[in-house]
Structure formats: structure tokens, C-alpha cells
């Protein structure tokens, strides 16, 4: 059962602002009571199409969406125009593996939706641009987001995040995080556009201030302001320190830094065996060395500062009177911190020592995932603009095909459009309800004659 939210923020005027508009990618719904059926629906369906090159796409789609009752062996097919589509319905038709084809099988009641917003690190140059010239709704919730930054940065986050000239600006901290919340933002409202409400949210360190603003905990105005300052505040801290990913339990790693007394700190717990340390140069040199020399794989972050780590903490008192003055209120949708990787109590969001210590403090997203698992949450959904979370997430879990962890985009050589088309298409055969007619616009055909 998911979650009818009401009242959800958005701009003035909101995604219908758009108009009627659709998809620029296609999603072509089968199902069937078996694996056997569900390929022999396809290989009909196939086959009928192909014989009639004169029916919309779009049209297809909505008639199969909406005129047929969705069985538990499902998938979906996306692409650009009629010959993707068919070609990838023939390659379900014989059971073959491609891409841009989504399978899934849904047995009793749906399990939840859970949005996942990543944090700094996971931003790239261009991200968001092909979305922007393809999907309106995107286009208009980026404009509008942005134009809020804007009042805050030395420069327009658009131009910064879609420089031509590379990502060298976009990984200065003060430009980085507030391009991942516009991204973030946009994305949410393309997937509330689709008739998707999740049922929790978690956010990775700034992440958690994205989910803060979607959840309708913090406006536009005042959650715009924060992330702003905060990355302004990070960006101009002396530069220095490192930060390296051991693939090793926290355990192990705390043990290690109480015997050398380092002055070393866990940044984030990313899995049961994997941890990301912080703080000074030659402190994190000696611990990587010690844990290399025991086996453990080393991996040194491109950072410019050692964040989550003391080096934060002359910013803090400022971020704290920044947090002070925003108008926290009871978010719509329920939050799971990964401060404490539980279930955030709402009042907590109006501590400015929440937000000081979510700054500061280890990144707990093994145990958040865990918590969202135990929620009954079987689709992770990543709003940003890679699959930096979804590769993460399966680790945090007993069983890694327990649930399925969705990125909404993703990086080169997938389209952007195709991506988002590709994430619907995951949840569709997930058994989450897509608002088909918006997704494809309203005026498209239904009830079309379609094999059964």
C-alpha cells in the first residue's frame, strides 16, 4: 500500500504548470500469470504491432497500461520510437537479455517506495542538461530551484553545472551541493508528475536536507539558503586532510584508530565491510597503510577538504545560527536519519544541533537502508545523478535481491531520458502505480483493440 500525499510542495504554479505533455521515451506494459504467458504475450503483441505501423506509440502505451489487468510475472519495454520498442518486445518475446527492457514479478501487496538523495561526490558535469531539453516538468523544476540558489552563489548553479569547459568548478563544494539539490528536487517532481508518492526518504549527509525540503519539512526559500551556506561555510575552510574507502568492517577500523590514538575519524559506514575514513593527510596515509598491509582494499577519494571530520567544526557555530532562523515544520513524508540511521523523530528537525551534528558526524547509510528494509521498503530509489547509492545499497542487506535498488539516472553512456523512462518502467513491474495518462499525456488514445 502506498501513500496518497496531499499538499506536497512545489512552485507556484507546480509540474501542471507544463501543460499536457509527454514522455519523450515510451514504456510498453506486459503481463502475464506466467513466465511462459508473459512471453507469449509479447511475441503476439510483437507480431500485431509490426503489422501496424499506423498506431501511435503512445497510444499503445496508455491502452496497455489501462485497458489490461496487470498479472504478477510483468514487464515493461522503453525506448525512443516504434523500431526500440518493437525490437526490444521481440527480445522479451524469445527470452533474451537486452537493455531497456524491465522485468519484475509482484506476489501479494506491493512492498513500500523509498527515495534515496545522495550526497557530495556524486555530482557530474552536465548532469540534468538532456533531461532539461526533453521533459518539461524536469525543465521547469530546475529553472525554479535554481533561481532560489541563485540568490546565494557567487555564480548561476545552471552555468557552474553545465559548464563546457569541465567539472573543475562543479567539485568546488559551494557550487557541488547546491547542484545535486536542484537535481534532486527536479527529479522528485518528475516522479510526483508520474503519480509516484514514496513512503520514507533517507538522505546521504547533504542529501538529507534535499529529503528535508521534498518531505515539506523546509520551503523552497529556506532549504535552498542552507545548502548554500553550508557548502559555502565547507568551501572556505583551509584546505588540506584526505579521505580514503577501506573495504573493511567499522569494527575493525575503530580498533585500529584507539591502538595508533589517531586523530583519524569514520566519515561514513557505507556496508558491513566498507567504510570511508577522514582527517588529516598524513594521520589517514598511516591507518590506509596499516589496513593495506593486512589485505584490505584502499581506495583514496578525490576531496578538497576531509569532511565529516574535526577539520568542520570552526563552521559549525554559523551553520547552527544559519539552521536557526529556517521554518521547520512536520514533514509529509516520514524520514529515516543517517545521524542515527533510525526513524527521525520530527521534532529533531527543528535542532540546529541536529543539522550541525548530520553535518559533522559519521554517515550511518548501512544502517538507514536496514531501517527502510525493516519498514517493509523493497524499492530504493535514487534521485540524483548517477547510481552512487544504488551500488551501495544491496550490500547493506542480508540478502542482496531482497530489494531493488533503482537509480533515476545514470552516468554516460545512458541517456538521460531513457534512464527516468527505465526507473518508471523498474517500479511499473515492481507493482508501483504509475499515472499513465499524465506520464503520457492526456489526450492520448485509450481502449485500442490490442491482442490479449
Known sequence: MHVALEGMPSGEDGPDAV?????????????????????????????????????????????????????????????????????????????????????????????????????????RSGMGRELAAADPVFAAALDEVCAELDRHTALPVKQVMWAESGAALLDHTEYAQPALFAVGVALFRVLEHAGIRPDLMAGYSLGELTAAHVAGALSLSDAARLVAVRGRLMQGLPEGGAMVAVRVGEDEVRALLAETASAVEIAAVNGPRAVVLSGPRDGVAEIAAALSGRGCTVTHLRVSHPFHSAALDPVLPEFAGAVETAGFTAPRVGIVSTVTGAHLVPERLREPGYWVRQARETVRFEAAVRTLRAAGVTAFVELGPNGALTAMGPECLPEPDEARFIPVLRRAPHPEPNAVALALAALHTDGVDLDWETLFGRTAKRGLQLPT
Request: no cysteine; aromatic share 4%; charged share 25%.
Open 19 to 123: 501543460g499536457d505533455v509527454r514522455s519523450s521515451e515510451v514504456i510498453w506494459s506486459v503481463s502475464a500469470r506466467t513466465e511462459s504467458g508473459l512471453r507469449a504475450r509479447a511475441k503476439r503483441l510483437a507480431g500485431f504491432l509490426a503489422d501496424r505501423p499506423d498506431l501511435d506509440p503512445v497510444d499503445v502505451a496508455v491502452s496497455l497500461a489501462t485497458a489490461r489487468t496487470a498479472f504478477e510475472h510483468r514487464a515493461a519495454v522503453v525506448g525512443a520510437d516504434r523500431v526500440e520498442l518493437l525490437d526490444r518486445l521481440g527480445a522479451l518475446a524469445e527470452g533474451r537479455s537486452v537493455p531497456g527492457v524491465a522485468r519484475g514479478l509482484v506476489t501479494g501487496s506491493p512492498g513500500r517506495v523509498a527515495y534515496l538523495f545522495p550526497g557530495q561526490g556524486s555530482q
